[in-house]
């Protein structure tokens, strides 16, 4: 058998995807059931308790090597986060799968309540 180019991004791709889950499933084991590999391409989703699964899928192949995203279901529309290592990928899905949005980080990062609207008690 001949190891042809594609071949070996077929097998390339494989790996990588297996790294991802891998990581993803150290950072969080309790994820171990919830990340599923599809058996055609590079792409993992990865199910939520509340809501529809998170996608990673690699999308192309550039000078820097591989280029994958995440896509969080949203509303009105999912979110596509581009993403240049696997700690990123691990990061992104995590807090998807927390319920944590990049615009809830950057609104609030200290994680405090804004209690300016909160009508004064009768203390």
Not at 29 to 56: K, M, N, S, T, Y
Not at 65 to 94: C, D, F, N, Y
Not at 109 to 119: N, T
Request: proline share 7%.
């Amino acid at each position: 058998m001949r190891f042809t180019r594609a071949l070996a991004d077929v097998f390339g791709d494989q790996l990588e995807q297996d790294r991802i889950r891998q990581a993803l499933v150290a950072a969080r084991p309790a994820l171990a059931g919830q990340v599923h590999a599809d058996e055609e391409r590079p792409l993992l989703q990865i199910l939520r308790p509340r809501g529809a699964a998170v996608l990673v899928a690699k999308t192309s192949e550039g000078p820097t090597g591989a280029q994958w995203v995440v896509g969080v279901p949203g509303t009105p529309e999912p979110t596509l986060h581009e993403a240049t290592s696997s700690e990123e990928i691990v990061r992104l899905v995590l807090d998807a799968v927390d319920g944590v949005t990049a615009e809830e980080e950057e609104t609030d990062p200290a994680g405090a309540a804004d209690d300016s609207r909160a009508e004064p008690s009768d203390g």
